[in-house]
């Protein structure tokens, strides 16, 4: 079994890639609960000298709180700067060292969202806030150091049918409607939701195949925050009528000077990974999937 080291493997979307890939793949956690902190040089050092037999790095760790990272916006000794821009530097180095192939998994929010039509990986980033930056910066220290073993994922919303610790966007509306409370979400806004199972599908490719370059692994449609609410009331039976719209053009007006700009149209596109023969679902089929694993009305 290929030996791999993974970071953020606790995660909300590492955890489910362990859960899906661990008979396939042994993975060997970098994690401050295994005693690796990636912000600690020396400690990281050790655990790669251990694991150098290690043939990949899937790197997922990140500080990945949007808001609390714009309340760091600029500052380079923030954490938020740290785990994703220095902590990704040195795992590629140490990565480089040991000539092992290097999964970073990005996000959309390396874009502006000011493009109507699909982002390709093909665009040049340029985000708005903080987080979105300090992943880009993170891309770039790849990118930019002439190591050919990597594989940059960029991936968007994702969601998952059960994990406690952190709850996605779709379980956050699922179990408002669940209980009856009524759910306002933008209408202007579009993002493309992502079913983290698809996501293991595609990493399990990249991982056999050590595929390099940059992918986009995002669900096969996009929608708005209010539109998300009507397919989960959709597909789970619920009452449609607690939803309804606001507007984030509305809602940035209100906002003092200052605060964090928000990407407006984040839609990506997937033909380059689909190409090679990857899947997505779209979001309704997300749902119907998720239904099944949670035994939904049965
Ligand atoms: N969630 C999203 O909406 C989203 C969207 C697009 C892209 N992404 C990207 O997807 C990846 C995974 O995101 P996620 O939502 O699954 O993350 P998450 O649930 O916030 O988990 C973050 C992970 O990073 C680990 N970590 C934090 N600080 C660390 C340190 N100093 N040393 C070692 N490990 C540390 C955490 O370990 P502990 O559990 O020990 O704290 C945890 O496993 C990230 O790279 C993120 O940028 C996420």
Not at 95 to 114: E, R, W
Not at 232 to 253: G, H, Q, R, T
Request: glycine share 6%; hydrophobic share 35%; with cysteine.
């Amino acid at each position: 079994m290929q030996k791999i080291i993974g970071t953020g493997l606790s995660g909300l979307v590492g955890s489910r890639i362990v859960e899906l890939l661990k008979d396939k793949f042994e993975f060997v956690d970098f994690s401050l609960d295994s005693g690796v902190n990636l912000l600690d040089q020396q400690s990281l050092a050790d655990a790669f000298e251990k694991n150098k037999d290690a043939v990949a790095v899937l790197h997922m760790a990140a500080f990945t709180d949007t808001n609390a990272a714009w309340e760091q916006k600029g500052d380079k000794s923030g954490i938020c700067y740290q785990l994703n821009v220095e902590g990704t530097r040195s795992i590629l180095n140490l990565a480089q060292k040991y000539n092992q192939y290097l999964i970073y998994i990005s996000t959309d929010f390396v874009f502006d969202g000011t493009k109507t039509t699909p982002y390709l990986e093909t665009d040049t980033p340029n985000p708005i806030e903080w987080y979105g930056e300090t992943k880009y910066l993170g891309e770039k220290v790849i990118t930019d150091s002439g190591y050919t073993n990597y594989n940059i994922s960029r991936i968007t919303y994702p969601y998952r049918a059960e994990y406690d610790k952190k709850i996605d966007i779709i379980r956050k509306v699922l179990t408002k409607l669940q209980n009856n409370e009524p759910v306002k979400m933008f209408s202007d806004q579009i993002c493309t939701y992502t079913f983290i199972d698809d996501i293991a599908q595609a990493l399990e490719y990249f991982l056999e195949n050590k595929t390099t370059g940059i992918y986009h692994l995002v669900g096969s449609s996009s929608h708005s925050p209010y539109e998300m609410c009507l397919e989960i009331a959709k597909a789970f039976n619920l009452n449609k009528d607690l939803i309804s719209a606001s507007s984030l053009e509305e809602y940035l007006k209100s906002q003092p000077v200052g605060s964090r700009p928000w990407q407006k149209t984040l839609i990506t596109s997937n033909q380059k990974a689909t190409n090679i023969g990857l899947k997505f679902k779209t979001l309704p089929e997300g749902l119907e999937e998720i239904k099944k694993q949670i035994n939904y009305g049965k």
